[in-house]
């Protein structure tokens, strides 16, 4: 039985909410735990930014999965038929937009907190009023992007090819990361200047490299062939979109010995970034050496991303030609 958008919604929002305040709780633990378990003024930028990416997260393919849900009549939306839709593809529900307006949500709320109750005080209620707000946007421009699905030509190829969608997650997984581990820079155990090329300091960003990379992984696990599906649908990418996997041969080996050959890479390049940079006398923002250190990391991440990404957009292939053999079938009878 179908179930009607109201019904549909109800259950969904249920999920969506403990699915963002777990989401919530383990970037902000991370951050909190990396500033040595405090929390000052000074935090509240970076914190609205990571606040603001998570909501980003979660609307910058919504207009995708609803475009699924509405082909495949998965859910009887109906009442947005004889709904007039004033808004097209308005910029201001653009996801770049809703996150830059996000940010500075997000930071008002925490310089206001801050500015009434004390520090630990105001931590402890942006953890628990954030994932509200997040989910209560993300609840006001779902009808906006139905609208914009139903209403819409479906005539813009929006991505040519997998790497320009690739690119644009990598970026934001970059930003987050950058937000999440900024406060060690303040910290005597990050503090490398003149001390890179040393046991201590390569043993300390190789850590740092795998518990960003571990988690950056853990959100990869998600599938993304319903959202591809609905680009399909939409017209937005077509059955060119992703030809090939590169190295097909480190694809075919198992994660864990992928993993270790990485664990291998990346120390190397830690000992040879530590050797240039003590050489030359450079005394590098902890970000850009981060970054720097990270940087195989980041490209097994982006290789990653890819191989799962092309298997959900075949299987996806797969789900828009089967749908389409039965959409003619039905139409015979």
Same mark, same amino acid.
């Given at each position: 039985m179908i =179930? &009607? @958008?109201l019904t549909f919604i109800r259950f969904q929002d249920k999920r969506n909410l403990l699915f963002? @305040? %777990?989401v919530t709780l383990i970037l902000l633990g991370? @951050? +909190?735990k990396n500033t040595g378990f405090s929390f000052s003024p000074k935090d509240a930028w970076c914190v609205s930014g990571i606040l603001a990416l998570v909501l980003y997260g979660f609307i910058a393919d919504l207009r995708a999965y609803w475009a699924?849900?509405?082909v495949v009549k998965n859910v009887d939306l109906s009442c947005f038929l004889n709904a007039e839709s004033k808004v097209r593809k308005g910029f201001l529900f653009s996801p770049f937009t809703v996150l830059a307006l996000a940010a500075l949500l997000f930071s008002g709320l925490s310089w206001a907190l801050l500015s009434l109750v004390p520090p630990g005080v105001a931590l402890a209620a942006i953890v628990i009023v954030a =994932? !509200? !707000?997040?989910w209560g946007i993300v609840a006001l421009l779902r009808p906006v992007y139905i609208k914009q %699905? %139903? /209403?819409? /030509?479906? &005539?813009t190829l929006k991505y040519k090819r997998l790497t320009g969608y690739l690119a644009v997650a990598v970026v934001m997984s970059v930003m987050m990361n950058l937000l999440t581990i900024a406060p060690l820079g303040n910290s005597a155990e990050f503090d490398l200047s003149g001390h890179y090329f040393t046991l201590n300091a390569i043993i300390t960003m190789l850590i740092l490299c795998a518990v960003v990379l571990a988690i950056n992984l853990l959100f990869l696990r998600f599938t993304k062939r319903y959202i591809f599906l609905g680009h399909l649908f939409m017209n937005e990418v077509d059955l060119y979109f992703s030809q090939s996997i590169p190295w097909r041969t480190l694809n075919a080996k198992p994660l864990w010995l992928r993993l270790a050959l990485l664990l291998v890479i990346e120390f190397v390049w830690l000992v040879l970034v530590g050797l240039v940079v003590t050489l030359t006398g450079w005394s590098l923002w902890f970000e850009a050496y981060f970054l720097l250190c990270y940087a195989p990391c980041l490209a097994y991440y982006a290789l990653h991303a890819r191989w799962k990404w092309h298997n959900d957009f075949m299987m996806s292939c797969d789900m828009c030609l089967r749908w389409d053999e039965i959409r003619r079938q039905t /139409? !015979? +009878?």
């Open positions: =179930p &009607d @958008y963002i @305040y %777990i991370f @951050y +909190w699924y849900k509405c =994932p !509200l !707000l997040i %699905i %139903i /209403a819409s /030509a479906r &005539d /139409a !015979l +009878w």
